[in-house]
């Protein structure tokens, strides 16, 4: 079962949405959201790669920050971070061809070095062809 990840960041002026699968115990990008808030935006879109207790810590750390605190010296206004599982995302994100989650896993393998880049390499070279 696919399991995604919504985190969504923002204030009063904005929020976007950024929208991860859980590939490995990792958060993966799997679509950026809307752009309506630059700094939300800048936000959600800073989990790639992180479990989801790395991705936890590091929205408890943003929501620690006092209100009023500004990412972008305009936004100030109650910026803050959620994490939620998403049991109904959008359409797009569960279309996923098997060549491309063989991609993503690689990348995660090769991040955690339990594969060399040559070996990385010929994964996507196979899928570009």
């Known amino acids: 079962m696919i399991v995604f990840i919504k985190v969504s960041a923002g204030s009063g002026y904005g929020m976007c949405?950024?929208?991860?699968?859980?590939?490995e115990d990792h958060l993966i990008m799997r679509h950026a959201g809307?752009?309506?808030?630059?700094?939300?935006n800048s936000v959600a879109c800073a989990f790639e790669g992180?479990?989801?207790?790395?991705?936890?810590?590091k929205?408890?750390?943003?929501n620690s920050e006092p209100v009023g605190h500004?990412?972008?010296g305009c936004h100030a206004c109650y910026f803050h971070v959620d994490?939620?599982?998403?049991?109904?995302?959008?359409d797009?994100?569960?279309?996923?061809?098997?060549?491309?989650a063989e991609v993503i896993q690689a990348a995660i393998a090769l991040r955690h070095k339990r594969i060399t880049f040559s070996e990385f390499k010929k994964i996507v070279d196979n899928f570009s062809a």
């Open 34 to 40: 809307d752009h309506d808030d630059l700094s939300g």
């Open 83 to 90: 994490i939620d599982e998403d049991e109904d995302p959008p």
């Open 92 to 100: 797009f994100l569960t279309y996923q061809p098997s060549d491309e």
């Open 59 to 62: 929205r408890d750390a943003v």
């Open 17 to 23: 949405e950024a929208w991860y699968e859980m590939v």
């Open 70 to 72: 500004s990412f972008d």
């Open 50 to 57: 992180l479990t989801l207790t790395e991705a936890h810590e």
